[in-house]
């Protein structure tokens, strides 16, 4: 099953599309610049975007390993806002940290409950 972190998160995935586009297009585009146009056509869903919602995730780090977070091993996320995790590290601190540090896990089934958390 693919690694998509942004499942649940329709606005942040289109939003990144997006950005690639602009980017692919004109290099010097800032994330900022894309922002500034959204708000000025829909200024709600750019208050929405990337808003933390609890999440939760069986996410494996790939990342190198370091004294907070064990390459290979698998942690839970807490949160997600379509970009970063909040993730309890092997120290049981809570940490804020992208999702391309992430791949996830046991992904089966997912929907989005009434309470608007997320669950996979």
Do not use: W
Request: net charge positive; proline share 2%; aromatic share 12%.
């Amino acid at each position: 099953m693919p690694n998509n972190h942004q499942e649940g998160f329709d606005n942040e995935a289109k939003f990144h599309q997006a950005l690639s586009y602009m980017i692919e297009r004109h290099s010097g585009v800032q994330t900022s610049s894309l922002k500034h146009i959204l708000g000025l056509f829909n200024p709600e869903l750019l208050n929405r975007l990337f808003t933390r919602k609890k999440c939760r995730r069986s996410l494996a780090y790939i990342g190198k390993s370091n004294d907070r977070f064990k390459h290979g091993s698998c942690y839970q996320s807490i949160t997600f806002n379509g970009a970063s995790y909040e993730v309890v590290d092997m120290n049981g601190e809570i940490q804020i940290i992208g999702s391309t540090y992430f791949l996830l896990q046991d992904v089966i089934k997912s929907k989005i409950l009434n309470t608007g958390e997320y669950y996979t």
